[in-house]
């Protein structure tokens, strides 16, 4: 089955930059939607980014400009580039892979701070 492990997060200054990166394993990631969702205590898990097979993206209005999801095929890797980070970008971000329509998995999750 498929498995994935995000890696990358950690504390950062307000204004500062973190590269989030979820490697996939089970062989299905080229044929994907890769997403970022991210969830802070006492909220609902949002989206953030998600990027297609053909790579064609979207993003939440509250990261557009700041946040760029990638992937790299050759790896099974995506990734979420966060740049001139905030306050309130503080959450669990977590990894997400559907294989429309019939498959759907996330990982356990890394920890952004961004505090001074």
């Known amino acids: 089955q498929v498995q994935l492990v995000e890696s990358g997060g950690g504390l950062v200054q307000p204004g500062g930059s973190l590269r989030l990166s979820c490697a996939a394993s089970g062989s299905i990631f080229r044929l994907s939607v890769m997403g970022w969702y991210r969830q802070a205590p006492g909220k609902q898990r949002e989206l953030v980014a998600t990027?297609?097979?053909?790579?064609?993206?979207n993003y939440a209005d509250s990261v557009k400009g700041r946040f760029t999801i990638s992937r790299d095929n050759a790896k099974d890797t995506v990734y979420l580039q966060m740049n001139s980070l905030k306050p309130e970008d503080t959450a669990v971000y977590y990894c997400?892979?559907?294989?429309?329509?019939?498959?759907?998995?996330w990982g356990q999750g890394t920890q952004v701070t961004v505090s001074l």
């Open positions: 990027i297609t097979s053909g790579d064609t993206t």
């Open positions: 997400n892979l559907r294989f429309a329509p019939a498959f759907e998995y």
